[in-house]
């Protein structure tokens, strides 16, 4: 079992930068691969980024591609996004997810992945 605690939400302006962090705890964690995924309000959850196991493969959403970056420390199991230039339209809970095995032609599937954090709030202002 694995569990992941997402922080670093907040408020931001638009053009501003946040960072979030989830810490993951629990059997292996630091050989799972790693991604977020968020949901705005009236929406479908959606996904962001996923970072493999060593953190040497790396996929983005094309609305999010050129700004944000997710990174992943395995000796702290901890893995992060960066977020920068943020709209607006960025404005979700953002979730932490892992899972041991990553499809990396699936990548982007809400069903890929077995453990999920409770998410954390980013509200961007216009």
Same mark, same amino acid.
């Given at each position: 079992?694995?569990? !992941? !605690?997402?922080?670093?939400?907040?408020?931001?302006?638009?053009?501003?930068?946040?960072? !979030?962090?989830?810490?993951? $705890?629990?059997?292996?964690?630091?050989?799972?691969?790693?991604?977020?995924?968020?949901?705005?309000?009236?929406?479908?959850?959606?996904?962001?980024?996923?970072?493999?196991?060593?953190?040497?493969?790396?996929?983005?959403?094309?609305?999010?591609?050129?700004?944000?970056?997710? $990174?992943?420390?395995?000796?702290?199991?901890?893995? @992060? !996004?960066?977020?920068?230039?943020?709209?607006?339209?960025?404005?979700?809970?953002?979730?932490?997810?892992?899972?041991?095995?990553?499809?990396?032609?699936?990548?982007?599937?809400?069903?890929? @992945?077995? @453990?999920?954090?409770?998410?954390?709030?980013?509200?961007?202002?216009?």
């Amino acid at each position: 079992q694995v569990q !992941l !605690l997402e922080s670093g939400g907040g408020l931001a302006q638009a053009g501003g930068s946040l960072r !979030l962090s989830c810490a993951a $705890s629990g059997r292996t964690s630091s050989t799972y691969g790693m991604g977020w995924f968020r949901q705005a309000p009236g929406k479908e959850r959606e996904f962001v980024a996923v970072i493999g196991w060593s953190g040497g493969t790396t996929y983005y959403a094309d609305s999010v591609k050129g700004r944000f970056t997710i $990174s992943k420390d395995n000796a702290k199991n901890m893995a @992060y !996004l960066q977020m920068m230039s943020l709209k607006p339209e960025d404005t979700a809970v953002y979730y932490c997810v892992a899972d041991p095995v990553i499809n990396w032609s699936d990548y982007d599937r809400v069903g890929l @992945y077995d @453990y999920w954090g409770q998410g954390t709030q980013v509200t961007v202002s216009s």
